[in-house]
Structure formats: C-alpha cells, structure tokens
C-alpha cells in the first residue's frame, strides 16, 4: 500500500486543434506525488494547466498520456474505485434551480451510488451550516450558499481526498473562514485535501507542501517551510526617533529611506545578523524608535519562479 493520496506519472494533455485554434499542449508530462493527509496547494499563474489537471482527476477531461492512481487505484485500470476516493469543488457553482440543498444532496449520493441509509445528508448540512435552508429552493439560496453547497456535494460519498478549485475566489471573509474551517476539521479527520488558490498568503496559511505549476510543467514541488527557506532575505524596518539619512552600508546591506522617513534594510539572514545593521545605526548617531523585520513570504518565491518563465 502506498503513503500517496494520489500518484501521477508522465501525465500529458493535448486539446484538439479547432477552428481557427491550434492544438494546445496544455501538460507537458507531470510527476506528482500528493501524500496522505496533507492539505496540498496546487499554484501557477493563469493558463498554467491546474484546471486541466484537476479535471483529470476528476474524470472530466481525458488524458492523452501518462498514469493517474487515485488513493491507489489507477484511473483507467479501476475507474469506479479511483472515481469513489475523490470529491471535487468545482469553481462555478451549477445548481439545479429547483432542488432544495437536501434534495441535491441526495441526488448527488444517489450519483455515487450511496446506499439510503448510509447517506450523511443532515450531517453535511450542519457542516456546511445549511441545515436551516434544507427545505429552501437552490433559486433563493445566496452566492455564498451555494458554494458551500458545493463543498457539501463533494462530501456525499466520503472521499478519501477532496479537491477544492478556486475556493475563495470571489467570496467575502465570512465564507472563506468558514471554508477554511471545514478544511481545517475535515483534515484533522483525516482528509486529504488538495487546493488551488490565487491567493498565495492563503496557501501559505493553510498547505503543509505545494507544487507550482507553471507552462504544463511543476517547476517546483517542496514543503511550504522549505519554499520560504528557499529566500532569506529579510528587511529590517526602523523608524528614527528623529529625521535621519540612511548611513553608509556595506555592500551586504542594501537600504532604502521612505517618504515617511523610515529607514529599510535588506540582508540575507544566514551570512548577516540583524544585530550588524543595528551596529551600524547605532554608530550613526541615530535613535532607533520603534524596529521591526519583515519576512520573505510566498508571493516572492513565486514570483521569482514564474515570472521570467
Ligand atoms: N477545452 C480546451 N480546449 C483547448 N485549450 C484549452 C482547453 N482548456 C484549457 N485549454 C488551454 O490549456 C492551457 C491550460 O489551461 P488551464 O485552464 O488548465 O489552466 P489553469 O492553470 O487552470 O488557468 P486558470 O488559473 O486561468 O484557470 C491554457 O493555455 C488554456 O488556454
């Protein structure tokens, strides 16, 4: 038995030239390896292939090569195993306009074969805090309603891992704590999950490790701790007690003074210690008022990794 969630090897997509269109190579041969019960952020800028890789998984759009194996199951040797071990929050919520969310939930259990007295209907409606709206029409229910509906239809079989596309794109603070929240408990049962987010400060919070996609190909796979090890540059921000220049700095040290008359320093913290800068403030005759140091943060290793792509 394997420690992986889900294992992908050699994995390519090719769309179909149409029209006017060319064919588009949209995965160029993707090896991944999500292990079991991690929360997994799945990043790379617009067009990367997340979408398409992710529609893979979920049987939606069909390979042109390589091997998916879902929680051991390979996807075209036991698709009905693979399909049963991984529930999908799409982006856009499609609801069927007149289901009320307990009847989509049992339509969706019904889908995935789920015997009646073994479906959790009332028990994802409380998770999902829609118990209160069982009844109510899909027409009346709010945006935010709906995507939690969403999250609910991915749960209706149990899966072993659950896959949530953009889940807060869109949605207002009250609903992605609340998202958050599920995933947070769902993985603390044991869950996998695996997530793609435009918001990086998110995935920083939530992902133990991620992959970042980018032209068809991970560029890079690593631990959330180790992408942020990756850049140790820091900044050191000090605000003078009184209007001061910036004093002369070696080579190691790079400064800057704000239109607000604060004083920045970037360093790398393995080979310069912060009590150095300080040192050398202190020598210039300047009072330091207040200091504090910003950390390098998941937006710059992207940004350093995709962006001369
Ligand atoms: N059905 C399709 N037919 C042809 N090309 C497609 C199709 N779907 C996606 N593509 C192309 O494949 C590439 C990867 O698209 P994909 O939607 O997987 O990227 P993505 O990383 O999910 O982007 P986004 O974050 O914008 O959703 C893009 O160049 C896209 O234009």
Redesign the pocket.
Known sequence: MTDNAIEIHGLK?T??A?GR?P?????KGIDLDIPRGSIFGLL????????????ILAGL?VKTEGTVKIWGFDQDKNPRQSRAAIGIMP?EPHLDPFFTPAGSLDVQAGLYGVPKNQRKTAEILELIGLTDKADAYARSLSGGMRRRLLLGKALVHSPQILVL??PTAGVDIELRNMLWQNVRKLNDEGMTIIL?T?YLEEAEEMCDDIAI?NH?EVIVRDSTANLLGRLDSKTLVITPDSPADLPALPDTITGQKLANGMLTFTYQSGTTPADQILNIVRDAGITIKDVKTQEAHLEEVFLSLTSSK
Not at 44 to 55: D, E, Q, V, Y
Request: hydrophobic residues 30%.
């Open positions: 997509k769309y179909a149409t269109s064919a588009k190579e949209a995965l790379g800028p617009n067009g990367a292939g997340k979408s398409t890789l992710i529609n759009v982006q596309d953009e793609t435009h996609i068809g």
